[in-house]
Each structure stands twice: as C-alpha cells, then as structure tokens.
C-alpha cells in the first residue's frame, strides 16, 4: 500500500526535531575540542561525541558507535502502560544477554527515545533494524533512570526494570514514538563506552483525542479443527452415541485451554464473533455420553469432557450476549478448494447445505440469531472463482485482506475496508498488516510485547495518515489463535484507549461508505498465492467424497429411519472439506477413507443370502430367497428373481420385502417349468426407487419336468379306478336283476332268511388313497438373524 511521505500536519514536529538536533551539535561544540586535545581510542570519540548533551560528561568515553553492535541481545518483555498518559509512569522489564566471547563491564541498560514515525512503512523498516544508529535511534533519557548492571559474562542473562516518569521522556504531539532499550558497557580489547546491544519498541503518545476516530473491526475467531468421527454407537435404547476421534478437546475447553482463554477473554472485548458451527455442535455433542476411539480398531472408551463441556457452552452463551455473532457455513469449508478443485464434483451441494445447517445450529446451542452473509476464504485471499462458489450459498459479504485486494493507486492512506465488487456483493478488506500481527510465536514475552505495541502503533498511525477522513478498518486474525496468541490480541484490544479508534459491528463495516478512490476489482485467478494453492483439497479427494455422497443417497433409499444414517454422514462429509485439513493433508486423507469404509461397513449389514444348487421336481414349486438385515433399524427394499433360461424355467414377478432390524426375511417366489435341464437364476435387490443394491446373487437349478417314475404312478392310479368304476357298475346291474325277480314271486320262496352277503374282494369299495409325497419344510417367512452362508448343499423344491 502507498504510504505518503509525511504526515499531514508533521511540519512542527520536523521542525522541533530539527531544533533539538542543533542544539545538541551546539552543546557537543567545546567537546570535540576538548576530544582533538586528549588521546582517544581510534575513530570512537569524533563520531560519539555528538550524542553528548551535557558538559558533564566531556571526558567520559564515547558512547556509542555509530554502526552499533549486535554482542548483547535485548529482550523487551514487558512495557506498561501500552498507551501512557502524561501522568503515567512507563515501566520497561526484560533481559539482556551477552552473546558475545568478553565480559562486558560498566554495563548498564538505558531507555532512548526516538523520532515520531512519518507512515506505517517506516514501524515495520524500524522493527527490523538491527544495530544502533545515533541519528535515527535518538538520545538516551537521563542517567538517573538507568539501570546497572555491571560485569555481564559471556553467556550470562540479567533481567532488568527500568521506571521513566512519562514527563521525562519530552514527548511532543500526537504520534508514535521509536523507543530503545540499550546496553552500554565496555571489554577489555574496546575500554570504551558503547552500544553493545539494543531492542526497538513503539510507543503511541496521543495526547489529545484524534479529530474522527478510526472505527475498528475486530474478528474474535471460535474455530476449531475435526473432532467427530463418522462412526457412532449405541448406547441404552439403541439410542446413538457420538464417538470422538480423540478427547483432545477437553484439554481446549478446560481453564486454561485455548478455546476457554478464547471466550474468558473475548466476552469483555468490544469484538465480532465469528464461529464455526460443527465446534458447537461438537461441544454440545460432549455434554452427553460420548465415546472415544481407542488405538485398537472398534474399541471405544467413555468420553471425560462432559463437565468443561457444559461449563464452556454457558459461558459462551454470557460471553455472546450483546455481541454480533457471524457464523460460518457448518465445519468452515474450504471456499478456494471447492472453486479450484471441486466444482466438478458435486461438492457445491454441501455448501449450500452447510450454510443452511449454520443458523439453525447457532441458534439452537447459543440461542441467538447469527449472520451468515459472511464468506470467509482462507487468509483473505480470492480471485474471481472463488467469490462465485462463495455467494452461491447465499453469502454476499466476502472477508478478503488487503494483501490479495491490493491498492493499485497512490492513495496516502489506508482507506474503508468495505468495496462494491459487483453483483450485489461486498468485499469485507481486512487490513493485512494488523490481521498477521499476532501470528507469530506468541509465548514469548518479548515477541508477544512488540506485537502489542506495534498493533498499537499502526492503529494509530492509520486515524494520522488522514486525520479529517473518517474510516473503517477491520481486523482478520488468525482462525485459530493459541492461547499465547488470544492473550495478546486482548491486550492490544485493552490498550486501545479510544483517543483514535472506536469499536464497529462487521454487519456494520460491511454497510460503510466505500472509499471511491479505493480497489474493488477482484483478482485473477493467477493471481492466487502458490503457498496456499498447494494446501488445496486435491481433486481426486472431491472425487473420493462424490462417491462417498452417491453411496449414502443409495443406502438411504432403502431406511425407514434415515434421520439415524443421514444426518451424521451429511455431517462427516462436510468436515471432509474443511478450511482445517489444510494443516494436516495425511488427516485429511485418513477421515474420507474412514467415512467411505464405514459407510460401506454399513451397507453391507443388509444383504441376500447366498444360495447353492437346486432340484425341482415337478411343473410349479416355490422357491425361497432370504434377505438379512444387520441393521438397528428396519429396511424396505424390492427382490427381483429372473431366470436366465425362461424357456425352461419361468418365476413369478419381484416383491417389496421389509426386514426388521437384526432380522432374516425369506421371500418365495413362484416357478413354473417348462423342460427338463439346468438353469440360472439370479436374484438382485433394489431400493424402492429401482437402484441396484449390493451385489447380484446367482444360483443353479436343475429342473426335472416329468420323470418314468412319476408316469408309472399317474398310468397305475388312473387304471385303479377304471377298474374300480366298472366293478361298480356290473355289481348294481346284477343287484338289479335280482331285486326284479323277487317282485314276480313266480313259485319264489321266500324263507324269512337273511341271505348272506357276498363275499368282497380285498379293497373292493374303497376309494384308493392319494400319494402325497413328504415335502421340505420351507423357511420361516421371518427369522432372526441367520448366518450369512449359503443355505445347504443340494437343496431340493418339491412341488
């Protein structure tokens, strides 16, 4: 970005600096004499003495070279107050360290006090400086306020505290001072005072409330990686029990824990918060049972987290309270990956899924009502793809950094962070320079102190560079600060007293008047960084996560509970994009592989079981299919049987079979044959909608129409009774006869006698029986669950 030359308005100050700096050459006049006069150490005292400002001091060494040392590392750990007042006294604590081979002796530490900064270029050119420079590190404070330390051997550290009164640091108008902790002392091979090491600091001196205040949006991120694993398990009433890949997040939750620090720091900061719904969704998954996988694959152990679970929600639900809460699509997906890699995958859907789910999932775990018009691309960056898939799900407000959206003109400010990029959609510039100002290596002391100041200091820089012109800046930190990194972002925060900056909502930022003048053309796409192109979701991940989605649409089809299978796989293949697996791509790669083989793991608990060869006998007989469901829940699907020989053998048509959960279904279908011989029947499921479900089922079946055996029974039975039929019939005629010659009583006698009956052959009357063949038994229409083998060898269908 252009930074202006000089402030507006610094002539005075110039001038003052100009005043002081002759003064001092003045005052330094008789020293050079007295210096030409006197033996010196080579080349130390014609260049030093110009830092001299009081007479007293004319026959001392010299106190500094003007090319400075780098023997002594000094560590500024602490400085308080971060934004003094003119009553205030400033207190700098750290530690010096002599790197060098000598003892150093005559050590003492001292505080300098530089020139103002003239832009925000010159704090980052002053913060890399090393060694000591007279003119552009300024004149020491007086003696009094130094600090001895006295012989400092090679390799030893001393801490040290310095106290200034703030009056005694002469500071003028409104600006950002270049502070100095040095060390001065003296070796034996250089018996002369000088700088041996020195730390820069910047100081803000705002004496007077700034004409129009910056207004300044800061993001307070609540992000958090995948903690959830696909698999879940049953607890009391099959109800289902999440299991977490780890108990990690206890520890994050815990006091002390970086997502505790998060909310115990943030509920009092004037602070946007921005979450990623799958952390809430997750901690309030916590505060019921829960399980976590072991190191042995299918063995779980009970989850300890429900307690800081429960603590950690409570407290965010006070923390958020009267704060905007923006809420990024569920499990933050990773915009540039889906628009460079994954468009041709179907991934869109999910996206548009999880900025749905966002809303619903806030409100409901928080209980308040979020934004999520927000899209927030990985580091700010974007080009033109990825604003398309980011306002494809409905968000309009894209948070990009100023590093990406560059300023391509001579603007001599930093200007609105709010752009119109066309459509209808907002690009949200976070400033580059305070957004990565706390990315570093935050526990310690010294780095976490300079972050502070100098957070501070170009806060306040910005509100000068323009101080009659009125703009809105927004903060974009890291998505997931540790815990060293939260604490000093919330220290910049606290020291920003309001004498130049006012806090600002980001639904308010991005409804700011843009600054004309200002870039609001998207970048290309070659414009994208490499360093982060190379952490993108590779395409044949997207690919491995469409086939995941189509197995779980399949397996859907056929559940009567689906809530119980969608829900957490809808889940689990939206953390697969996740922005957090650009950290971890072996991670990554490991969760869609345990998502894919769980999901399959599943649907392969619903199944038919395989059956041997078959003898039929006869023209029609049933044959039965059995469909096992291992499944907690029952399942609908349709069983089609064909024959591959249907001129031989015909079956009847499919049937809808539902199978309880943990039960076996046999299913019978009709055959009808029509000639002897083999033949090849398959059986396939499909679900309700006519997709092919799980593998095809083929079996063989030997079809013996009409047998020699069975003619000889049929010819003999028919004989029997034509044989039968016309004994019956000679016998009535003859019983007629008889009865004709009684009633003539031509000389008949009739004798009273009963006339015996006449002898019956065996049988003779009898109706002959019907062989009935013994049957096999047909399987039990519904079954518990059986083996999954196939059914016994040689199985014969009678008719």
């Known amino acids: 970005m252009a930074e202006p030359a000089e402030l507006q308005g610094t002539t005075s100050a110039r001038a003052r600096r100009w005043l002081r700096r002759t003064a001092a050459l003045l005052t330094a006049a008789p020293v050079l004499v007295g210096v030409l006069q006197i033996p010196a150490a080579p080349g130390a005292h014609a260049q030093t003495a110009l830092a001299r400002t009081a007479p007293t001091q004319q026959t001392a060494p010299a106190q500094a070279k003007a090319t400075g040392s780098r023997t002594v590392d000094v560590a500024i750990d602490s400085l308080t107050p971060t934004t003094p007042s003119r ?48 003119g552009l590190d300024g004149t020491e404070v007086s003696d009094k306020y130094k600090r001895k330390i006295g012989n400092l051997r090679a390799g030893i550290s001393r801490d040290f505290t310095l106290s200034i009164p703030v009056r005694e640091l002469h500071l003028g108008g409104n600006g950002v001072y270049q502070l100095g902790v040095t060390l001065s002392g003296q070796t034996r091979s250089q018996p ?48 289902q029990t999440p299991i977490f890949q780890n108990d990690d997040l206890t520890a994050e939750l815990a006091p002390g824990g970086r997502l505790h620090q998060l909310v115990a720091l943030g509920k009092s900061l004037p602070v946007t918060w921005v979450v990623d719904p799958d952390l809430l969704a997750t901690v309030d998954a916590m505060t019921k049972p829960y399980e976590v996988q072991s190191q042995t694959e299918n063995e779980t152990t009970d989850g300890r987290g429900q307690a800081v679970a429960k603590q950690w929600l409570n407290d965010l639900q006070q923390a958020v309270e009267g704060h905007q809460v923006v809420a990024l699509p569920f499990a933050d997906p990773d915009l540039a990956s ?53 306002t494809s799900a409905g968000a309009h407000n894209i948070i990009a950094r100023s590093d990406s959206l560059r300023e391509t003109g001579s603007l001599p400010y930093t200007p609105t962070a709010a752009r119109q990029i066309g459509g209808g959609n907002t690009a949200v510039v976070a400033d580059a320079r305070l957004s990565t100002a706390f990315m570093g290596d935050m526990t310690r002391a010294e780095n976490a102190t300079l972050a502070v100041q100098k957070f501070l200091a170009q806060t306040q820089m910005i509100t000068l560079q323009a101080p009659d012109k009125q703009r809105s800046i927004v903060v974009a930190p890291q ?55 190379r952490q993108e979701l590779p395409t044949d991940g997207f690919e491995k996560i469409r086939l995941t989605q189509a197995a779980l649409d399949k397996f859907e089809g056929i559940l009567t509970a689906k809530d119980r299978v969608v829900t957490p796989f809808g889940a689990a293949i939206m953390r697969e994009i996740s922005t957090s697996w650009r950290q971890d791509p072996r991670g990554s790669t490991g969760f869609r592989d345990s998502v894919q083989a769980y999901l399959q793991d599943l649907t392969e608990k619903v199944r038919l079981i395989n059956k041997t060869d078959m003898t039929l006998s006869g023209r029609s007989a049933t044959i039965p299919v059995t469909v096992q469901n291992n499944l907690l829940q029952p399942v609908e699907l349709r069983l089609v049987l064909r024959s591959q020989q249907g001129n031989r053998l015909e079956v009847s048509d499919p049937q809808v079979v539902t199978v309880q959960g943990g039960h076996s279904q046999s299913v019978k279908f009709g055959t009808t044959a029509n000639a ?71 000389g008949e006698k009739q004798d009273g006698e009963a006339a015996d009956d006449e002898p019956t052959e065996p049988g003779e009357g009898e109706r002959p029986g019907t062989l009935v063949p013994g049957q096999a038994s047909d399987p039990a229409p519904d079954t518990g669950s059986q083996s999954a083998g196939p059914s016994g060898s040689g199985e014969k269908v009678d008719h």
């Open 338 to 390: 889906l628009a460079h890699r994954g468009k041709n995958s179907g991934a869109l859907s999910h996206l548009q899924t999880a900025t749905a789910l966002a809303s619903t999932t806030v409100d409901t775990v928080l209980h308040v009502k979020p934004r999520t018009d927000f899209a927030w691309p990985v580091n700010g960056a974007i080009d033109s793809s990825i604003v398309d898939v980011a």
């Open 676 to 746: 002897n011989g083999r033949a090849w029947v398959t059986a396939q499921l499909y679900t309700v909608d006519g997709q092919a479900y799980g593998p095809e089922m083929s079996f063989k079946v030997n079809v013996t129409e009409i047998t020699s055996t069975v003619i000889l029974v049929i010819a003999g039975g028919v004989l029997l009774l034509v044989l039968a039929g016309i004994r019956i019939y000679l016998q009535r005629k003859r019983s007629a006869a008889r009865s004709d010659e009684d009633a003539a009583g031509n």
């Open 87 to 134: 009553n205030d006294t400033l207190t700098v604590s750290g530690t010096v360290t002599n790197h060098g081979s000598s003892t150093i002796s005559a050590s003492s530490v001292g505080l300098t006090v530089g020139p103002t900064m003239n832009g925000r270029n010159d704090i980052d050119t002053a913060a890399k400086r090393k060694g000591y420079e007279i």
């Open 192 to 239: 002369w005072s000088q700088v041996m090491g020195i730390e820069r600091t910047f100081l803000p001196w705002q004496p007077s409330a700034a004409t129009k205040k910056s207004k300044l949006t800061f993001l307070w991120p609540l992000i958090s990686s995948t903690h959830l694993a696909a698999r879940t398990g049953t607890g009391a009433n099959e109800q």
């Open 479 to 533: 998505r997931m600060p540790t815990t060293s990194q939260a604490q000093a972002m919330a220290a910049a925060l606290n020291g920003l007293s309001g004498s130049w900056t006012q806090p600002l909502s980001l639904g308010q930022a991005a409804k700011a008047q843009p600054d004309p003048l200002a870039t609001h053309r998207v970048p290309a796409a070659r414009s994208y960084p490499a360093a982060l192109r």
